[in-house]
Nanobody, 124 residues
Framework: QVQPVESGGGLVQAGGSLRLSCTAS????????VGWFRQAPGKEREFVAR????????VYADSVKGRFTLSRDNAKNTVYLQMNSLKPEDTAVYYC?????????????????WGQGTQVTVSS
């Protein structure tokens, strides 16, 4: 199995921006829906956003709606998560994963091929 690789995390001040990338080799993402999750210490892994195979359809959690934007470049097998107006509450490890076929992409169990995550820390 091929794991995606997340990058782009770091330390930013509240109100700042980061762009996360999620990439994998081959056709890992090119024909699949891809989701982003995040997990803060001691908390459950939380759905952030997902994107369709073409990038035409995106869905965002209420907590990030209007601040985060998904896009993808299938030629590069890469999905991007642009994060603006960051808040301390956004501090977490961010993961991307492929959504399985025939599922709703609405729960953690719907996703597979998880990456190792990238740390995002937002200072107040």
């Amino acid at each position: 199995q091929v794991q995606p690789v997340e990058s782009g995390g770091g330390l930013v001040q509240a109100g700042g921006s980061l762009r996360l990338s999620c990439t994998a080799s081959g056709r890992t993402f090119s024909s699949y829906r891809v989701g982003w999750f995040r997990q803060a210490p001691g908390k459950e892994r939380e759905f952030v956003a997902r994107i369709s195979w073409s990038g035409a359809i995106t869905v965002y959690a209420d907590s990030v709606k209007g601040r985060f934007t998904l896009s993808r470049d299938n030629a590069k097998n890469t999905v991007y998560l642009q994060m603006n107006s960051l808040k301390p509450e956004d501090t977490a490890v961010y993961y991307c994963a492929r959504c399985g076929s025939g599922v709703g992409c609405s729960a953690r169990a719907d996703f597979d091929s998880w990456g190792q995550g990238t740390q995002v820390t937002v200072s107040s």
